[in-house]
């Protein structure tokens, strides 16, 4: 029980701290730095572009196995 209020309080101090600009998130270096080598490190991420690259990249491997 204990631990579940704990994960709570920290999953709530993460949020606060994201929607109040305690805590920021380079996300374009932090996935370049993870492995995504086509994001630029220096650029802000645009998350519609990056999510719709992986489904175009994955349907257009799809129809090239068949």
Do not use: C
Request: aromatic letters at 18%; glycine letters at 10%.
């Amino acid at each position: 029980m204990f631990r579940w209020l704990l994960i709570g309080f920290l999953f709530y101090g993460i949020g606060a701290g994201l929607r109040d600009g305690w805590l920021v998130i380079k996300w374009s270096q932090f996935l370049h730095e993870v492995g995504f080598s086509h994001i630029d490190p220096e650029q802000p991420l645009d998350w519609s572009k990056f999510i719709l690259e992986r489904f175009d990249t994955d349907h257009s491997k799809s129809t090239n196995d068949e």
